[in-house]
């Protein structure tokens, strides 16, 4: 089924510049262009890349490239979430339990006092490999889907409507991820905020099944979704816009003359504007997602009744923090990986050269 996505992918408005178009005879495009006059390419139209990086791995939209980004959905997601464990279970314990975890610094005095440093890290594991494997999804799906979407709409209209792409593409691939990752943050959930529940994930699975059957580690998708669907298309589409802005805007020199360096500076900055956007939309839902993991047989529109309009806002400045820190690194991460497995990596969309001579007829 993933063969017209790699198709598609050679026909990609968001394909590398530094990955040459090839022919079915194995030439290049720059090898096989036909003289003027003689049937072929519309004149003035770019169909080869722009420069060739031979440190590329693999030709973009290929099954290689897709695996590749995979993985580095893996290493981005999966290590940024760890790492954070301490701030996340603060943040959990803040939105179910306000009356005794007061504030961000309140929250990590009891947890050490009652339970040790060793505490802050309670639910790591489940962490670790929930987010791998939603990083393993959101990350890889999103160049699927992304490269489908914009083939689907053409060249001129995929540039125009980019922001759409980008919204549509994240979107899809999150409703994947999120099945991946709803067992283990369910799990986590429990580890952290159920006093004496269970200390480990080896502990936490068997007792939930025994108690909840295979829902309890279901019950908490439909919320998961809608927490995490709106963050993620936050995240890529402002992430995306923001880099094409900084570039435009701010960075003094264009992305090519840039050095890797300066590139993934960019790309952190970028991630982490896009960070806080995301906290603020999705934190109404994973507060609820939270009560919901936290309380045996409970039911979303439950807690949102429970909790109040103000109650959901619950432990907002740590997830701040949190989720723009983690964003930005992922990001990084993600180029990072990108850089060292010498996989392509699109610049900022350009317009089309056919859109750029309408513009000139008008």
Not at 118 to 144: D, H, M, N
Not at 315 to 338: E, N, S
Request: proline letters at 6%; aromatic letters at 12%; charged letters at 20%.
């Amino acid at each position: 089924m993933f063969s017209s996505f790699f198709q598609a992918a050679r026909n990609s408005p968001f394909r590398s510049p530094f990955t040459p178009v090839r022919c079915d005879d194995g030439q290049s495009a720059v090898e096989s262009v036909p003289a003027v006059g003689v049937g072929g390419p519309v004149v003035g139209r770019e169909i080869a890349a722009a420069a060739t990086s031979q440190n590329d791995s693999c030709e973009f939209g290929s099954a290689k490239y897709f695996a590749l980004c995979g993985i580095g959905g893996i290493l981005s997601c999966g290590t940024t979430h760890t790492f954070v464990v301490p701030l996340d279970l603060v943040k959990c314990r803040l939105q179910v339990d306000p009356a005794k975890y007061k504030n961000l610094i309140h929250g990590f005095k009891i947890t050490v006092a009652e339970e040790g440093v060793r505490g802050l890290a309670k639910g790591w594991f489940p962490t670790l490999i929930g987010y791998s494997a939603q990083g393993l999804c959101k990350f890889g799906l999103y160049e699927v889907f992304k490269v489908k979407y914009a083939d689907i709409l053409g060249e001129e209209k995929a540039y125009l409507y980019r922001t759409y792409v980008y919204l549509a593409a994240s979107a899809s691939a999150e409703v994947f991820a999120d099945i991946a990752l709803a067992p283990f943050e369910a799990a986590k959930v429990k580890i952290q905020t159920v006093p004496g529940y269970a200390n480990t994930f080896r502990e936490a699975v068997p007792k939930m099944y025994s108690e909840e059957g295979m829902s309890a580690f279901y019950k908490g998708l439909v919320p998961l979704w809608m927490r995490q669907i709106p963050y993620t298309m936050m995240k890529f589409a402002c992430f995306e816009r923001t880099v094409e802005l900084l570039y435009k805007y701010v960075v003094p020199k264009p992305r090519t003359e840039c050095s890797k360096g300066e590139q993934l500076i960019v790309t952190f900055a970028a991630g982490y504007i896009a960070g806080v956007f995301c906290a603020v939309v999705s934190h109404p839902a994973d507060v609820v997602v939270s009560k919901l993991n936290q309380t045996k047989g409970a039911s979303a529109v439950g807690i949102v009744k429970s909790l109040g309009f103000m109650g959901m806002w619950n432990g907002l400045t740590p997830r701040i923090i949190m989720i723009g820190t983690l964003t930005a690194l992922q990001w990084f991460i993600y180029d990072g990986v990108k850089v060292a497995l010498g996989i392509p990596r699109p610049p900022p969309p350009e317009m089309p050269a056919s859109l750029k001579a309408k513009e000139k007829s008008k």
